[in-house]
């Protein structure tokens, strides 16, 4: 399926269609999500056939890994819909006319929220009805859960909204921000909530200490956003090569932006840092795929989707298996030697 042939520890597939997402299932299963409303499933990394699940009428737009395996995903027909480990799938809710737009998942329990224009949903768990928090000043553009699933975070027009539900009745706060806020990410101790932004810059908010700062730089918009694991480090695309942000500058008004590994005549598209180790992989708008090690601040070129923006990567939660996918519908699993080694 590449124009690398074949490589040891990495297996190719291609699923004609436009890859939205990619994640590890609870379970060990890899799913990709599809923009012809299907979802492509994996049993495990390294097995030989794929099997696919026709959920949406129309395309899926946002996924997330349910609890128990398998995942949940929200689709242009109005739908959420969790597909199980077995392939058996239920609607958890329906808005019909609507676009169900952004999903998120507690990281330490069933709680579930999605996103429909201006108003924001809450499932406690996915056999509980959904509460709807309320509207928003303007559509949802991403939603976030902080590590300890005490917070949500909504993205918009204007800055973000924090729903926190850590005390006996759940608070409202609000973050003023510039511009067309998109796609929200905690980092790994809760203190910061990174936010891209629609004129190509990030904004940074310390919830400890309240202060916000935008992150500038970039030749296009940073759409993409992780944190690495050790927390002292935030990635974005929006680059020709990785962008880092050291956070750990003591005393420095704003965090050292690091550029590397630039590449002529394309950029980066999406970014996924490893969960437990200073690694990152980067795709980039030609469909070439790049692992990085953080600390030498160094990345080595790993293999090519057949010349397709690359849209979507991820890993697994024991970090030794990583897939991604493109805009065409290639897409990849690998072990991580095989990704260092390459």
């Known amino acids: 399926m590449s124009d690398d042939g074949q490589i040891e520890g990495v297996s190719f597939w291609n699923f004609g269609a436009h890859v939205n997402g990619c994640l590890f299932g609870a379970e060990g299963a890899v799913y990709f999500a599809l923009a012809d409303g299907s979802v492509a499933r994996l049993a495990d990394p ?40 077995n392939g058996e799938s239920v609607d958890l809710a329906s808005l019909p006319g ?68 850590s005390g006996e009745s759940t608070s409202l ?36 200490g309240g202060a916000v700062r935008e992150l500038t730089g970039y030749a296009r918009k940073p759409l993409s956003l992780c944190f690495a694991a050790t ?6 695309s929006g680059n020709s090569g990785f962008t880092a942000w050291d956070l750990d500058r003591e005393g420095a008004d704003l965090p050292l932006q690091i550029q590397f590994a630039q590449q002529e005549e394309t950029h980066q598209t999406t970014v996924a840092a490893h ?21 030498a601040k160094a990345a080595i070129y790993v293999f090519n989707l057949e010349a397709h923006k690359v849209t979507a990567l991820a890993w697994s939660a024991d970090g030794l298996h990583a897939c991604g996918g493109s805009a065409s519908g290639v897409c990849f699993t ?5 990704l260092l080694g390459a």
């Open 46 to 85: 390294a097995c030989a056939s794929a099997d696919r699940y026709g959920l949406h009428g129309g395309a899926i737009l946002c996924q997330a890994p349910a609890p128990d395996g398998g995942l949940f995903t929200g689709g242009d027909d109005g739908r959420l819909v969790q597909l199980a480990p």
């Open 98 to 165: 609507r676009w169900i737009e952004h999903l998120a998942v507690s990281p330490v329990s069933s709680a579930l929220a999605m996103a429909s224009g201006k108003n924001v949903f809450f499932f406690p768990g996915p056999d509980a009805e959904g509460i709807d928090l309320g509207a928003l000043p303007s559509a949802a553009s991403g939603l976030a859960f902080s590590p300890d699933g005490g917070l949500l975070a909504a993205a918009h027009y204007g800055g973000a909204t924090l729903w926190d539900f």
């Open 334 to 338: 690998a072990l991580l030697p095989a």
């Open 173 to 208: 706060a609000r973050i003023a921000l510039r511009g067309l806020c998109l796609t929200p990410v905690f980092d790994p101790t809760g203190r910061y909530l990174a936010v891209a932004n629609q004129e190509k810059f990030v904004s940074l908010a310390d919830l400890a």
């Open 275 to 295: 969960p437990l180790f200073p690694v990152a992989l980067g795709g980039f708008s030609e469909g070439s795929v790049f692992v990085a090690e953080l600390t």
């Open 231 to 236: 927390a002292d480090t935030l990635l974005t």
